[in-house]
């Protein structure tokens, strides 16, 4: 009596899915929870405005992805529930040529800005003297508002 069922492992492709799903299975966050988070903090946009955690994603549809100093701008290209490793998480998306050149140039503004700090931290006669010239800059602003012109 028993009916022969024959059930195949493959599911039908997805057509949309969460947008804080999608984020942790392309590995943009550690988290779903930091995913969630980024979304209410008004990091993630899609046509220019921001989404909510419960958008639906679907093949084709641009995201803007602001990660610390870096924004992406990706476009979707695949829909997957499971967090695979790095290469799986890369066929999921296609960062744009523009968005690579933005990202280029920001990071070479930045490590120009950066050339000015020192190597190293101040050793404790730079920081006697850091202390000196500013205790003399002080005092002599306190000396010339805090003396009387009255005779």
């Known amino acids: ?66 990660q610390g100093f870096d924004k992406k701008t990706v476009l979707i290209k695949a829909l997957s529930e499971i967090r695979g490793g790095a290469p799986q998480a890369q066929l999921l998306y296609e960062e744009t040529k523009a968005s690579i050149e933005r990202r280029e140039h920001t990071y070479a503004q930045r490590k120009l800005h950066n050339l ?12 006697r003297e850091i202390y000196k010239f500013q205790h003399e800059n002080n005092s002599f602003q306190h000396d010339v508002w805090s003396h009387d012109d009255n005779p």
Not at 17 to 37: E, V, Y
Not at 116 to 124: C, F
Request: avoid cysteine.
């Open 1 to 66: 009596m028993s009916k022969n069922h024959h059930q195949t492992s493959e599911k039908p492709a997805l057509e949309s899915m969460r947008i804080d799903k999608w984020l942790w299975a392309a590995r943009f966050f550690k988290t779903r929870s930091i995913a969630k988070n980024a979304i209410e903090g008004g990091k993630v946009h899609h046509q220019s405005e921001r989404v909510k955690v419960s958008k639906d994603v679907r093949i084709g549809m641009e995201l803007v992805i602001q």
């Open 116 to 127: 000015a700090r020192p190597d190293h931290r101040p050793s404790k006669k730079d920081r």
